[in-house]
């Protein structure tokens, strides 16, 4: 009797787990040939990715389009008879000069499938060319848990423009509506959202911020960055719609410290990325959760300073 309800208990625990769907967002600083060429580092991005059912990356800078088959490779190398688990989508490489860089999903099949996906067009009248990385915008399937579909919309700031980009952000929720009429919205990205890039002043003047129906789920006083010497929330995650905000799982939203995680040093930490993961998860089909507002800020206790 002890045996099979051990087995039962393992067996809820493991559909649960497939169940739930966990969302993450990490900039890979300067993702190129070399550090594909460093095993050490790849073995901990993909580590860091296997954790998650949809991992946004950003800063590839991968003009020969390895870096993606590469990941693939190492995710699904192992898995069993040959089964692919992940797949990806990524954007064109943009940028406004020589300097391009790519956004790419990478997601695990058998918890959620793509559905449409484009370029948003920065071109309004008298507000062109904000964005130093137009969005990528993914529309996502998910059968198994409480929301079906949702959209993401990925953002990598330029530091110095960052409360311009953050703002136009809400033209891209305008645009997707119109476009789609999804119910669902995830922003996510390093958006450079804290210390001197967005000071406290200047709050006022991001629409998502000020407009209460966009809940911000990482928190100003978290610290999404590697090096000790800094403390700033440059990484974020933004929610809308009714039906997202009562299927996340309360506190699920939070930093990845790998540097704890895998017990490697400050600097073999920072080969990988001077930023750590952000994330949260979404809970299985069933009833709602109280709606979430915020998670608690978490302080690492480190001096405030400014970094690109």
Request: proline share 4%; with cysteine; aromatic share 10%.
């Amino acid at each position: 009797m002890a045996r099979i309800l051990a087995g039962t208990l393992l067996l809820l625990v493991s559909l649960e787990s497939i169940q739930t769907l966990r969302i993450c967002s990490f900039n890979v600083r300067s993702f190129g040939e070399a550090k594909r060429e460093n095993s050490k580092a790849m073995d901990i991005i993909v580590k860091i990715i296997n954790r998650c059912d949809i991992m946004l990356l950003m800063e590839i800078k991968d003009s020969r389009n390895i870096i993606c088959p590469t990941l693939m490779k190492m995710l699904n190398g192992k898995s069993r008879r040959g089964r692919r688990d992940y797949n990806y989508v990524v954007s064109s490489r943009l940028g406004r000069n020589a300097y391009k860089e790519q956004y790419a999903f990478l997601y695990r099949e058998s918890a959620v499938s793509v559905k449409k996906s484009y370029h948003y067009h920065d071109t309004q009248k008298g507000d062109e060319d904000v964005f130093s990385r137009e969005p990528f915008v993914v529309w996502f399937y998910s059968p198994q848990t409480a929301i079906t579909d949702f959209v993401i919309i990925p953002l990598h700031t330029t530091p110095e423009t960052s409360v311009r980009e953050i703002n136009e952000l809400f033209d891209v929720y305008m645009d997707v509506k119109r476009r789609w009429k999804p119910e669902n919205f995830v922003f996510m990205g390093d958006f450079n959202a804290g210390c001197s890039y967005v000071p406290k002043k200047s709050w006022k003047q991001i629409r998502l911020r000020m407009d209460p129906k966009f809940v911000w789920l990482i928190s100003d006083n978290m610290d999404t960055t590697v090096k000790g010497s800094t403390n700033c929330a440059y990484d974020r995650i933004v929610i809308q719609g009714q039906q997202i905000n009562s299927s996340i799982i309360p506190n699920s939203a939070n930093i990845f410290d790998f540097q704890k995680a895998y017990k490697i040093t400050e600097e073999e930490a920072l080969e990988i990325s001077d930023h750590f993961p952000v994330e949260f998860t979404l809970r299985s089909g069933g009833s709602p959760t109280n709606l979430v507002r915020s998670v608690a800020p978490k302080k690492r206790g480190r001096k405030k300073s400014q970094r690109s």
